[in-house]
Each structure stands twice: as structure tokens, then as C-alpha cells.
């Protein structure tokens, strides 16, 4: 399973910017639980957005209200759509996914088996 996220960039602070990611050739995209992580150097991979097979999503208290994280089964692509973005919002986005996951791992990093190669959101104050 492969993973392409874009969408990232410099923004003002108050800005939005939507990432996408594509699951490349895959036919049962439907069947991934999908989430969006992100990280700064020096830290770890912190829990964003996730989206579950029945569209029902799922937020970090820091994001919720300002993100929103979509799915388009037909175009087996993700999107987290981010406004009012924040300096502390920078960071680089990482897509993920898997189809075993149970609810109580969707903000857990390591429950994913699949990454995107990230991409870089910076915030300027």
C-alpha cells in the first residue's frame, strides 16, 4: 500500500491550507480506518485527525473545530482540511492507514501499518 500526501505549505497564521493523501492503486480503500498524524523535531508523532470505515471521525482536543478530516472512497483519497492554523500548527503531516485497527487505537501511531511520506506545514505568526 502506498501513500501520497501533498497539500502542505507556508501559510499565515489564521490561514488554511487542505492536505490530500492517495492510497495509489488500491481497490478496497473503503475498508481503511484513515488518520492524520503529525510531528516537530524532538517530539513524537502526535495524534491529528482520523476517519473510520462508516465516515465517523475522530480529533486531537487541540485541532477540533479548526480540522476536518474527510474521505472520498471513489478517489481513494483522505483530506484534512485545516483552518485557522496556528504557529503551533507547524509541523510535518503524515498520512496513515490500516483495516484492523479498533477504535481505541485510531490515535495511536504505532497501531498504523501503513505511512505517507509526510509533508510540511508551516504557520508564520
Known amino acids: 500500500v502506498q501513500l501520497q500526501a501533498s497539500g502542505g505549505g507556508l501559510v499565515q497564521a489564521g490561514g488554511s491550507l487542505r492536505l490530500s493523501c492517495e492510497l495509489a492503486?488500491?481497490?478496497?480503500?473503503?475498508?481503511?480506518?484513515l488518520g492524520w498524524f503529525r510531528q516537530v523535531p524532538g517530539k513524537e508523532r502526535e495524534f491529528v485527525a482520523a476517519?473510520?470505515?462508516?465516515?465517523?471521525?475522530y480529533y486531537a482536543d487541540s485541532v477540533k473545530g479548526r480540522f476536518a478530516i474527510s474521505r472520498d472512497n471513489s478517489k481513494s483519497t483522505v483530506y484534512l482540511q485545516m483552518n485557522s492554523l496556528k504557529p503551533e500548527d507547524t509541523a510535518v503531516y503524515h498520512c496513515?492507514?490500516?483495516?484492523?485497527?479498533?477504535?481505541?487505537?485510531?490515535?495511536?501511531?504505532?497501531?498504523?501499518?501503513?505511512w505517507g511520506q509526510g509533508t510540511l506545514v508551516t504557520v508564520s505568526s
Open positions: 496513515a492507514a490500516d483495516r484492523a485497527l479498533i477504535l481505541s487505537d485510531y490515535g495511536r501511531a504505532g497501531a498504523y501499518h501503513y
Open positions: 492503486s488500491e481497490h478496497t480503500f473503503r475498508t481503511y480506518v
Open positions: 476517519i473510520g470505515r462508516n465516515g465517523h471521525t
